[in-house]
Structures are given as structure tokens and as C-alpha cells.
């Protein structure tokens, strides 16, 4: 899921990364969720008993939306990769459901999906229940590894910071007469980084990671610039679909259990992430 924007930044974090039509790494997925929960609000609560009888645990996930999740090629995505050790846990297998627009949401049967941006004062729409939080995400701002930024304000007046846009980042830093360029997908905006045609990123630190990952030749550099604001910082959980309490404990568990042996650390670290303790 590359991160997306719309007015906010989305119940998703992979939401500006490019995925087909429109769904990920911002706003659309977070759309597109509200559809699939409104759609199926009427439908009973998913128990853990009926997905130990069926054997399976059901992701809903982009097919083609790295380092998130991908239907085809040897890599699959930290998304699936966690789902299986979520699955593994549970002791039943993963299915997977793919998903880019608003009709394949509806028709989805999902029971998780994950990156959810879990905040204490908002809950996400519909049935969806988050687990425990697992990682701790946000938007960091990027520059190339030769630049002699080493903040914000270290930035020239006419040195722009490419932004997607309609995010709260990019209005945030307007109201503050930082010079932007608007993109829709983050990882244009990192490209954009690392051709020299912008001065920095404002991206979250998944987008770089996976980023410096393929690109070990021409790494960018990560400056938290918005540590202090507590709207461009969130904690990320995974999302259940109209889960029973003992659902909901078993996933919080198997979440604790995979924190605390270091597999979602692992993962992640696959993908050129680091892990980052939720607060």
C-alpha cells in the first residue's frame, strides 16, 4: 500500500504507494474499507470458533502495492508475511482476498487487514475492531544522503518539499511558508528525492525504507521533523472485521507472541524497516 491523501491522512497506512485504480497508502483504502464495513453491517459477528472450523483466516490486500502486499513475484509483501504468522498462531491457514475498488471491497469476505492507524480518540468505521498496536509510524521528512539538511528549518526558502497531495503534512507545512511540490503517490515523491528535483520528502518511513532497499546505491537520509506533532504520528494495529471477543484476544496474543520472539521485527526488516515500539 503506498500511502494515499485525501483531506486526512487515511485509517490505512499504505495508502500512497501505487496501486491500480485506487486503492492504498492514504485515503481511497480507507474509503473503500468504510464501503466494504457499511456493506456487510449487518452480517453476525465473526467468532473464532467458525474460522478454527473453517481453517482459515481471510487478509484482504492490494495485488500490487510493495513493500505491502503483491499477488504475484517472489515477493510477497510484509502484509502477507505477517498474516501467515497471525494464521500460524491461530492455527488455521491464510487465505487472501485481493482488493483495488469500491465493488471488489463489497464483495470481499474479509476477516483482517492490517496497517490499520490505530489513535485512541478515533475508531475506525463499521465493525472494524483493532488488535493490540505492534509498530509506530508516521511522517518523516527525507532528504539524499549528501544533503546538509538537518531539519526542517535548515532548508532554503526556495528549496521545496514534495508532499502528497491534499495531505494534512502538505497543508501543515504550507501554513508554515515551506515552498511544496504536491505528488499523488509517495513513491514518486521519493524518486523525485533521489533525480534532485526536489530538495526533501515528506513521506512516512515505510516509503524510504523499502525505497533505500532497492536502491543501496543512492540511500536517502531520514530527519524526524514531526516527532513533536501528534497528528502526523499514529500507531499501527491490525484490523478485524466484526471479530467475537475470544477473536479479538487470540489476535492480540498472537501479535504479543510475534513482538516478543522478534518475527514482526524480521519481517520488516526484510523489507528495509525498522520496527518501531508503539506508544
Known amino acids: 500500500m503506498t500511502p494515499r491523501s485525501a483531506r486526512f491522512w487515511p485509517t490505512f497506512e499504505g495508502w500512497m504507494t501505487r496501486a491500480p485504480c485506487a486503492a492504498y497508502r492514504l485515503a481511497r483504502y480507507a474509503a ?13 459477528a465473526r467468532s473464532l470458533e467458525a474460522i478454527t472450523e473453517r481453517g482459515a483466516l ?3 490486500a492490494s495485488p500490487n502495492a510493495l513493500p505491502f502486499a503483491s ?3 517472489p515477493v510477497p509483501g510484509f502484509q502477507i508475511e505477517l498474516g501467515e504468522k497471525i494464521a500460524e498462531q491461530l492455527g488455521v491457514k491464510l487465505t ?5 475498488s469500491a465493488i471488489q471491497y463489497r464483495r470481499a469476505d474479509c476477516d483482517l487487514v492490517l496497517d490499520v ?6 475508531e475506525p468505521p463499521g465493525g472494524v ?3 493490540r498496536p505492534y509498530h509506530r509510524s508516521g511522517v518523516v521528512l527525507a532528504v539524499r544522503s549528501d544533503s546538509p539538511a538537518s531539519s526542517l528549518a535548515s532548508l532554503g526558502s526556495d528549496q521545496r518539499v514534495g508532499v502528497a497531495v491534499g495531505s494534512l503534512v502538505s497543508m501543515t507545512l504550507a501554513k508554515g511558508g515551506t515552498a511544496t511540490s504536491p505528488f499523488v503517490f509517495e513513491d514518486d515523491i521519493v524518486a523525485a528525492l533521489a533525480n534532485r528535483e526536489i530538495e526533501a520528502a515528506a513521506v512516512t518511513p515505510m516509503t524510504v ?13 531520514l530527519i524526524p521533523a514531526f516527532d513533536n506533532d501528534q497528528d502526523l504520528n499514529w500507531n499501527i494495529a491490525a484490523g478485524l472485521l466484526r471479530p467475537d471477543d475470544k477473536l479479538r484476544q487470540r489476535v492480540d496474543a498472537a501479535i504479543e507472541a510475534l513482538l516478543a520472539d522478534g518475527t514482526i521485527a524480521r519481517i520488516y526488516a526484510r523489507y528495509g524497516i ?4 508503539p506508544q
Request: hydrophobic fraction near 40%.
Open 129 to 131: 475492531r483493532v488488535s
Open 274 to 277: 525498522e520496527l518501531r515500539p
Open 117 to 122: 492507524i490505530a489513535r485512541k480518540d478515533t
Open 32 to 44: 473503500s474499507l468504510s464501503l466494504l464495513v457499511l456493506c456487510n453491517a449487518s452480517a453476525d
Open 71 to 73: 499477488k504475484l513475484g
Open 209 to 221: 525504507g523499502w525505497f533505500n532497499l532497492q536502491h543501496a546505491d543512492k540511500p536517502l537520509r
Open 96 to 100: 487472501r482476498e485481493w482488493v483495488v
Open 58 to 60: 481471510t487478509l484482504c
